[in-house]
Structures are given as C-alpha cells and as structure tokens.
C-alpha cells in the first residue's frame, strides 16, 4: 500500500493551499483518511480525518480555516487550507485506515511527509 502526498510548498501568511494524498496497491477497503502534522520539536498532531461515509473531524486550530474531503472513487483525500498563518508551517501526512488485501482487520498505514512552509 502507497499513499502519495503532493501539494505542499510555501505561501505567505493568509494565502492558501490544497494538499492531495492519493492510496494505491493491495487493499479492500478504506475506512477513513486524513491528514496530520508536525512542526519542529513538537509532537505529530491530527489535523483532520474523513470517513468513508463522510463524517469528518478537526483539530480546534484548524476548524473554519482547512477543509478535508475524501473522494471515494479516487481512494484520494484533499486538505483544502485558507488563511493559513506562521503557526500553520510543519510537515504534513497522509494517514489512512484501510483493510489490506487478504486481511480481517484494519491497519494504519502512512504517507511520506510534504511540507508546508507558511511566512513572508
């Protein structure tokens, strides 16, 4: 299993930027994808996660600012984030909950990092 993360790049304070994170390879079915960060010296944290059925969760830093959708068809995620601020800036991951092929259970699996580089 494969998920690729694209999108991330700097952008001035108040700008915005759309990551996209696209799941590939030997899985039955995808239960929720999402997206979390990590700035420097501090802790991986969610971001915000879709389900499958569409229910989505966010961190209270981002709530009214990001957006994340989960385009089924796709087994893509999209993390849409308007005004975005300094304290946006970290590495961003692609998360995915998902049943690999020739599975019962779900297991997390992870993309590489993009970066999101939020200054003037």
């Known amino acids: 299993v494969q998920l690729q993360a694209s999108g991330g790049g700097l952008v001035q304070p108040g700008g915005s930027l759309r990551l996209s994170c696209a799941a590939s390879?030997?899985?039955?079915?995808?239960?929720?994808m999402g997206w979390y960060r990590q700035a420097p010296g501090k802790q991986r944290e969610l971001v915000a996660t879709?389900?499958?059925?569409?229910?989505?969760n966010y961190a209270d830093s981002v709530k009214g600012r990001f957006t994340c959708s989960l385009d089924n068809a796709k087994n893509t995620v999209y993390l849409q984030m308007n005004s975005l601020n300094p304290a946006d800036t970290a590495v961003y991951y692609c998360?995915?909950?998902?049943?690999?092929?020739?599975?019962?259970?779900?297991?997390?699996?992870w993309g590489q990092g993009t970066l999101v580089t939020v200054s003037s």
């Open positions: 879709s389900t499958s059925g569409g229910v989505t």
């Open positions: 998360n995915a909950v998902l049943v690999r092929s020739y599975s019962d259970t779900y297991s997390a699996e």
């Open positions: 390879g030997a899985f039955r079915r995808i239960y929720a």
